[in-house]
Structures are given as structure tokens and as C-alpha cells.
């Protein structure tokens, strides 16, 4: 594999950042992986299990030189981290992002970038339950969509560099404009996210069932609430507080269409029923037949699990 950035440097070294270090091991296309994270603990981690080429303590330092930044900490961070690095960035970098929420990305981060360096938002949609710098793996990335979402003055040949260097890492990738991406991603990611909370949230207060026999009897549904609800408590407090329009209007309809079903049960309206887990089944066969599952019986996931 050719080498796309002479000098990679990840922001914050968590499940995302350190699936890219292994997956630019893997393919080449980093001649320098620097890495930094906020606390001491972590970037020992990283030094321990040889991450990155250099493991360095501020993000200051690690973007010196960088060709590209990639941004890879919790949404509500962005802009902070942003306004450290400004000073520190090499004329005509790209600076990207892993953000699941793309529009206050790229209004936190964008005033304080200097006018010689690209901003360029990106979202690998692809992740599991676990964080830290010991949770990557390579393969995360395989086969999975990483969407584009460029600023209107990004200059082409810069978005076309980084699609590359995510197609280097195993990513399909599309561009996307930035507002309609927080709407599909509240579709397919933050509303179902936010309903496995709830779930697992009604059963932990639900005192007529007890602990034990939601552990011991949970039957698959249940049981993958409990894995996505499982999720890092940061970043997804901060993906409702920053795509909060989308998630409100995505829930409101969720809402809705819970109540018709609501209705059909204690009418006992089977062919209501019937028609709408029809539809959706049509819905889970699609998905499969565009590669983005298996139809395997552990929920379609592989043993590392995919988000
Ligand atoms: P993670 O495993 O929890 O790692 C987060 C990293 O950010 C850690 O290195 C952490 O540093 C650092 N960090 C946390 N708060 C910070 C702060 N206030 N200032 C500076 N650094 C901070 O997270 P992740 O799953 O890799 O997620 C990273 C980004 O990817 C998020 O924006 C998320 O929305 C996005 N994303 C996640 C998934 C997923 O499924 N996980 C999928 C797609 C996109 P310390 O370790 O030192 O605390």
C-alpha cells in the first residue's frame, strides 16, 4: 500500500483512534502515527501496547508537523481541543474529525482554525461498546461506510486524499451534507441508542421483576438493548446534546408510531400487526443483503460486535 500522509497524529486514543492506528498498521498508508490522549493513564496504555510511533503528552505536540489531525474525542470536546492545536498546525494540513454528530463539529471546531489548513468532518459508521485504548482492533473498519462531510471551501484534491485513506483503512465511503448526516444518523444510530437506554432503564426499575431474572431469562431483544445501552455514558451524552433537533424530531415520530402499535395491541388489531413487523423484517433483509450484517443467530455479530 502506498503511503497516503507522511505524518499521521490522533487526538484522544480511544476504541476509534486506536482501531485507525492498527488499521494504518495494517495497510501502510501512515508513515508516522503520533498519538495523545488527555490523561497520563491512557497514553501509558498506548506506549505499553505500542500504539503509535510516538506517544507524546499534549495535543500541541502531537499535531506539530502533522499532515493530517484526526479529531477522535467525545463531540463536546472538539472545540477545545481545537483551540489548543490552532497555533501548533502545519500549513496546508488536513484536520478531520470521527464525530457522530457532524454540525457542532464543525462549529466548535472550524472558528478557530487558521485559514491555511483544511477542515474536513468524517464519521466512521462503525463502532462497538467498548472504550479505550485497548478496545481497537483492525478490522473495525472493514466494509463499513466512513461518510464525508467536507466544508464547502475544501479544496477537492484534499477530500479525495482523505476518502482514500479511509478506503486504505477497509471503509466504504459517501459525502454528505453536514445537517443531513445528524438526520440519517438520528435515524439509524442516536434514536435507537437512546430507546436501548430506556429499555434497559425500564427493566433496572421495573421491582416486580427482579435482577436476577432479567440477567438469567433475557431473550435476545433485551439482551442487545443491553449491549448498545452499555455504551460510553460521554459520548453519547454529548451526541443528544449536540444533535438535539434531529433526535427530538426522530423521537417524536418513534412516539407515534409506538402509540399506534399501542393502540393495535389493546384493540387487538393482529393484522396491524402483522403488516407493520412485515415491513420491518423487509427492512433487516436489506440491510443484510447490503453486506452491513450477517444473518448469523448471535444477533448477526461477529464476536468483536459492531455498533
Ligand atoms: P473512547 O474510547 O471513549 O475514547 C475517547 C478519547 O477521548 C479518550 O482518549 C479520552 O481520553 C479522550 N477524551 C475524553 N474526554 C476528553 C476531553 N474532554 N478532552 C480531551 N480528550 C478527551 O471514545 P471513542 O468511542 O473512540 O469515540 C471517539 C469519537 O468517535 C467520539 O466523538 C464518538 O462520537 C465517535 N464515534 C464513536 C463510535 C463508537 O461506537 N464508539 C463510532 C463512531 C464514532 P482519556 O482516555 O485520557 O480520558
Given at each position: 500500500?502506498?503511503?497516503?500522509?507522511?505524518?499521521?497524529?490522533?487526538i484522544?486514543?480511544?476504541?476509534?483512534?486506536?482501531?485507525?492506528?492498527?488499521a494504518?498498521?495494517?495497510?501502510?498508508?501512515?508513515?508516522?502515527?503520533?498519538?495523545?490522549?488527555?490523561?497520563?493513564?491512557?497514553?501509558?496504555?498506548?506506549?505499553?501496547?505500542?500504539?503509535?510511533?510516538?506517544?507524546?503528552?499534549?495535543?500541541?505536540?502531537a499535531?506539530?508537523?502533522?499532515?493530517?489531525?484526526?479529531l477522535?474525542?467525545?463531540?463536546?470536546a472538539?472545540?477545545?481541543?481545537?483551540?489548543?492545536?490552532?497555533?501548533?498546525?502545519?500549513?496546508?494540513?488536513t484536520?478531520?474529525?470521527?464525530?457522530?454528530?457532524?454540525?457542532?463539529?464543525?462549529?466548535?471546531v472550524?472558528?478557530?482554525?487558521?485559514d491555511?489548513?483544511t477542515?474536513?468532518?468524517g464519521?466512521?459508521?462503525?463502532?462497538t461498546?467498548?472504550?479505550?485504548?485497548?478496545?481497537?482492533?483492525?478490522?473495525?473498519?472493514d466494509?463499513?461506510?466512513?461518510?464525508?462531510?467536507?466544508?464547502?471551501?475544501?479544496?477537492?484534491?484534499?477530500?479525495?486524499?482523505?476518502?482514500?485513506?479511509?478506503?486504505?483503512?477497509?471503509?466504504?465511503?459517501?459525502?454528505?451534507?453536514?445537517?443531513?448526516?445528524?438526520?440519517?444518523?438520528?435515524?439509524?444510530?442516536?434514536?435507537?441508542?437512546?430507546?436501548?437506554?430506556?429499555m434497559?432503564?425500564?427493566?433496572?426499575?421495573?421491582?416486580?421483576?427482579?435482577?436476577s431474572e432479567?440477567?438469567?431469562f433475557?431473550?435476545?431483544g433485551f439482551?442487545?438493548?443491553?449491549?448498545?445501552?452499555?455504551?460510553?455514558?460521554?459520548?453519547?451524552?454529548?451526541?443528544?446534546?449536540?444533535?438535539?433537533?434531529?433526535?427530538?424530531?426522530?423521537?417524536?415520530?418513534?412516539?407515534?408510531?409506538?402509540?399506534?402499535?399501542?393502540?393495535a395491541?389493546?384493540?387487538?388489531?393482529?393484522e396491524?400487526?402483522?403488516?407493520?413487523?412485515?415491513?420491518?423484517?423487509?427492512?433487516?433483509?436489506?440491510?443484510?443483503?447490503?453486506?452491513?450484517d450477517?444473518?448469523?443467530?448471535n444477533?448477526?455479530?461477529?464476536?468483536?460486535?459492531?455498533?
Amino acid at each position: 500500500m502506498t503511503v497516503i500522509y507522511e505524518r499521521v497524529a490522533l487526538i484522544g486514543l480511544g476504541l476509534i483512534a486506536s482501531s485507525m492506528a492498527h488499521a494504518m498498521r495494517r495497510c501502510g498508508s501512515a508513515r508516522e502515527i503520533v498519538g495523545t490522549a488527555r490523561s497520563a493513564e491512557t497514553r501509558k496504555v498506548a506506549a505499553e501496547i505500542g500504539l503509535c510511533d510516538h506517544i507524546v503528552e499534549s495535543a500541541a505536540d502531537a499535531v506539530a508537523d502533522a499532515d493530517l489531525v484526526v479529531l477522535c474525542v467525545p463531540v463536546g470536546a472538539m472545540g477545545a481541543v481545537a483551540e489548543e492545536i490552532a497555533p501548533h498546525l502545519k500549513p496546508g494540513c488536513t484536520v478531520t474529525d470521527v464525530g457522530s454528530v457532524k454540525r457542532a463539529v464543525f462549529d466548535a471546531v472550524t472558528p478557530h482554525l487558521p485559514d491555511n489548513v483544511t477542515f474536513i468532518g468524517g464519521h466512521p459508521m462503525a463502532g462497538t461498546e467498548h472504550s479505550g485504548p485497548r478496545s481497537g482492533f483492525a478490522e473495525l473498519f472493514d466494509d463499513r461506510w466512513c461518510l464525508i462531510v467536507p466544508s464547502e471551501d475544501a479544496a477537492p484534491e484534499a477530500i479525495q486524499t482523505l476518502i482514500s485513506y479511509w478506503e486504505s483503512l477497509g471503509s466504504k465511503c459517501a459525502q454528505m451534507e453536514m445537517d443531513h448526516h445528524d438526520l440519517v444518523c438520528a435515524v439509524v444510530s442516536h434514536a435507537p441508542h437512546l430507546i436501548a437506554y430506556t429499555m434497559v432503564g425500564v427493566a433496572d426499575d421495573l421491582s416486580r421483576v427482579t435482577d436476577s431474572e432479567v440477567v438469567n431469562f433475557s431473550a435476545a431483544g433485551f439482551r442487545d438493548f443491553t449491549r448498545i445501552a452499555a455504551s460510553d455514558p460521554t459520548m453519547w451524552r454529548d451526541v443528544f446534546l449536540t444533535n438535539k433537533d434531529a433526535t427530538l424530531e426522530i423521537l417524536g415520530r418513534f412516539t407515534e408510531e409506538l402509540f399506534a402499535l399501542q393502540r393495535a395491541i389493546r384493540q387487538g388489531d393482529g393484522e396491524h400487526l402483522h403488516d407493520y413487523f412485515t415491513r420491518t423484517r423487509e427492512i433487516r433483509r436489506g440491510i443484510i443483503e447490503a453486506g452491513q450484517d450477517t444473518a448469523a443467530p448471535n444477533f448477526g455479530r461477529a464476536p468483536g460486535g459492531q455498533t
